[in-house]
């Protein structure tokens, strides 16, 4: 019989293995802990770009790099994420012991039936072993049972960013929101039926 507070949030399933050795748990933070994304790295580096037209994605090759976030950074995403989180949004966490190591927030009803996976970071030394899996499988859950039918995301225009969310059956809009579209013009927006 799974504990009382799993079976009222199904992406709560305890650690989830994401290395031979590495335990990560991923659990629901708590406002005042939205600050320890201040220790991810959020360092990327790649040579191609993906321009959306329509759901059209096209590949341009660009050397591109994204440095890691300075404090002041981190301030105006934890600001942001203040505005939602507490009132009606959640942020998930990724811990490997007391260290967070990756981060998902999730923005409820930014439409009718429309919830968007507002923000996800993962480590640089954590990527590729299940960490960012595990994040968007909580947010998807959490939107899924909040009543959403679309979960929405404008991601990085990255081959690896595009390709994890195509994955998990994100697909690009042809009608991406004006207000999130005019936020982040060159990212790759997309969505997924829940």
Do not use: K, N
């Not at 660009?62 to 507490?86: G, I, K, L, M, S």
């Amino acid at each position: 019989e799974p504990a009382p507070a799993a079976r009222r949030t199904p992406w709560a399933r305890g650690p989830v293995a994401c290395h031979r050795t590495v335990m990560i748990l991923v659990r629901a933070l708590a406002p005042d802990e939205l600050l320890l994304a201040t220790e991810i790295d959020v360092t990327e580096d790649g040579t191609v770009v993906l321009e959306q037209r329509g759901t059209t994605l096209r590949p341009r090759p660009e050397e591109w790099h994204r440095p890691p976030r300075d404090a002041a950074a981190w301030r105006e995403f934890e600001a942001r994420w203040r505005d939602f989180v507490p009132a009606s949004g959640v942020a998930l966490g990724a811990f490997e012991g007391a260290r967070l190591v990756g981060i998902a927030t999730l923005r409820r009803a930014i439409r009718p039936g429309l919830d968007q996976l507002e923000a996800l970071f993962v480590d640089r030394a954590h990527r590729r072993r299940g960490v960012a899996t595990a994040l968007v499988a909580g947010i998807e859950a959490l939107a899924r049972s909040g009543g959403a039918r679309l979960l929405y995301v404008s991601a990085t225009p990255s081959q690896s960013a595009v390709g994890f969310y195509e994955s998990r059956g994100f697909t690009p809009t042809s009608g991406p929101i004006p207000e999130l579209l005019a936020l982040e013009p060159d990212d790759v927006h997309m969505t997924l039926a829940l």
